[in-house]
């Protein structure tokens, strides 16, 4: 089969597309059909290597112990193994490739993909393959932060960077719980986000919300492009900061650790300031549930996957050109 191979850390213009062995099927996996895979800023993590903390997180100190990239993807079950009780042969699916626990490349960028059952589910058969393939990590990402679900009903949220893969889930999943939604983002993604349901928006460009006027319930903060105390000004005494954080693909030129002191830090004044903790009593959801959660949020039309682009598997260096280096509204997606 075809295949995106990564023989070691660097550029991804040291990608290679190349015939490359079937995977084998285990007990518990279902061999998929890759129809679509998305590309996000951990795949350029993982690509680069950086920061090289993160290689000791499951991928590899030296070079990837999976050579090819990709996690998310959406395709048709081509065969399933024998303790597979989920799926069966044609049935189209989307999820990731490894547990989200797990910092390593996953197979995605190829024509077949060996998955683990617990990690997929049905496509809903009013998106497309494209759609879907976009939506797992950043989903998960979103989910596992926004665990409070209904309990957002009538709240004030702010989502600053709205307008990319998280954001504009984050903006959607948050509306379809009751939310009060304020989106953050440049001049040119206002209509988007007003189209997926802001009741207002900020164009960064001429306007910093940290010195407005509005208290929030809760700040869903991509980029972090606002130290936590500019965001505390905005925040209710009993707010919530969440922080995703972005390296801006090596922008930041932190190598070793890149951001994740500043994660340390949030964590430990988390034991001090109430906005940065966690909602109390509500445990992390697993991989299947969130994927649940999804599913029914894609079949139910309260989430609308934004595709920027998509490139064929052959043009995966234009794809990355692309994520890096234009302002993108939405995900950049391979199709195979």
Same mark, same amino acid.
């Given at each position: 089969? &075809?295949?995106?191979?990564? !023989? &070691?850390?660097?550029?991804?213009?040291?990608?290679?597309?190349?015939?490359?062995?079937?995977?084998?099927?285990?007990?518990?996996?279902?061999?998929?059909?890759?129809?679509?895979?998305?590309?996000?800023?951990?795949?350029?993590?993982?690509?680069? *290597?950086?920061?090289?903390?993160?290689?000791?997180?499951?991928?590899?100190?030296?070079?990837?112990?999976?050579?090819?990239?990709?996690?998310?993807?959406?395709?048709?079950?081509?065969?399933?193994?024998?303790?597979?009780?989920?799926?069966?042969?044609?049935?189209?699916?989307?999820?990731?490739?490894?547990?989200?626990?797990?910092?390593?490349?996953?197979?995605?960028?190829?024509?077949?993909?060996?998955?683990?059952?617990?990690?997929?589910?049905?496509?809903?058969?009013? /998106?497309?393959?494209?759609?879907?393939?976009?939506?797992?990590?950043?989903?998960?990402?979103?989910?596992?932060? @926004?665990?409070?679900?209904?309990? @957002? +009903? *009538?709240?004030?949220?702010?989502?600053?960077?709205?307008?990319?893969?998280?954001?504009?889930?984050?903006?959607?999943?948050?509306?379809?719980?009751?939310?009060?939604?304020?989106?953050?983002?440049?001049?040119? &993604?206002?209509?988007?986000?007003?189209?997926? *349901?802001?009741?207002?928006?900020?164009?960064?460009?001429?306007?910093?919300?940290?010195?407005?006027?509005?208290?929030?319930?809760?700040?869903?903060?991509?980029?972090?492009?606002?130290?936590?105390?500019?965001?505390?000004?905005?925040?209710?005494?009993?707010?919530?900061?969440?922080?995703?954080?972005?390296?801006?693909?090596?922008?930041?030129?932190?190598?070793?650790?890149?951001?994740?002191?500043?994660?340390?830090?949030?964590?430990? +004044?988390?034991?001090?300031?109430?906005?940065?903790?966690?909602?109390?009593?509500?445990?992390?959801?697993?991989?299947?549930?969130?994927?649940?959660?999804?599913?029914?949020?894609?079949?139910?039309? +309260?989430?609308?996957?934004? /595709?920027?682009?998509?490139?064929?598997?052959?043009?995966?260096?234009?794809?990355?050109?692309?994520?890096?280096?234009? !302002?993108?509204?939405?995900?950049? /997606?391979?199709?195979?």
């Amino acid at each position: 089969m &075809k295949a995106i191979v990564q !023989e &070691k850390y660097g550029s991804f213009d040291d990608l290679e597309l190349r015939q490359v062995e079937e995977p084998v099927v285990g007990d518990d996996e279902v061999l998929v059909r890759v129809r679509a895979a998305s590309m996000h800023p951990d795949v350029w993590h993982l690509v680069s *290597g950086r920061p090289y903390i993160l290689r000791l997180m499951g991928a590899g100190f030296s070079r990837p112990k999976n050579p090819t990239p990709g996690t998310d993807m959406a395709g048709v079950v081509d065969s399933v193994g024998a303790k597979v009780t989920r799926f069966r042969q044609g049935d189209q699916v989307f999820g990731e490739t490894v547990d989200a626990y797990t910092w390593s490349n996953g197979g995605a960028y190829c024509e077949y993909v060996s998955v683990p059952q617990g990690l997929l589910a049905l496509k809903p058969h009013n /998106i497309t393959f494209e759609q879907a393939a976009s939506v797992p990590t950043s989903g998960f990402i979103v989910l596992q932060n @926004l665990r409070e679900g209904c309990q @957002l +009903k *009538g709240q004030k949220v702010l989502v600053n960077g709205a307008g990319g893969g998280v954001g504009s889930l984050a903006l959607q999943i948050a509306k379809a719980y009751g939310a009060q939604v304020t989106a953050v983002d440049s001049t040119g &993604k206002l209509d988007m986000l007003r189209s997926l *349901g802001a009741d207002q928006v900020i164009d960064y460009t001429r306007q910093d919300f940290t010195q407005g006027d509005i208290r929030y319930d809760l700040i869903f903060d991509v980029p972090g492009n606002h130290p936590f105390s500019a965001c505390k000004r905005v925040l209710k005494p009993d707010g919530r900061y969440v922080l995703i954080g972005h390296e801006h693909f090596g922008g930041s030129g932190k190598r070793v650790f890149g951001i994740v002191p500043y994660f340390l830090s949030l964590m430990l +004044k988390a034991r001090f300031v109430k906005q940065l903790q966690g909602p109390r009593g509500i445990p992390l959801p697993s991989r299947p549930e969130t994927m649940a959660v999804l599913r029914t949020f894609l079949e139910a039309g +309260k989430i609308t996957p934004i /595709i920027d682009s998509c490139y064929p598997l052959d043009e995966i260096h234009e794809a990355f050109r692309h994520m890096i280096g234009d !302002e993108l509204r939405g995900k950049v /997606i391979i199709t195979m």
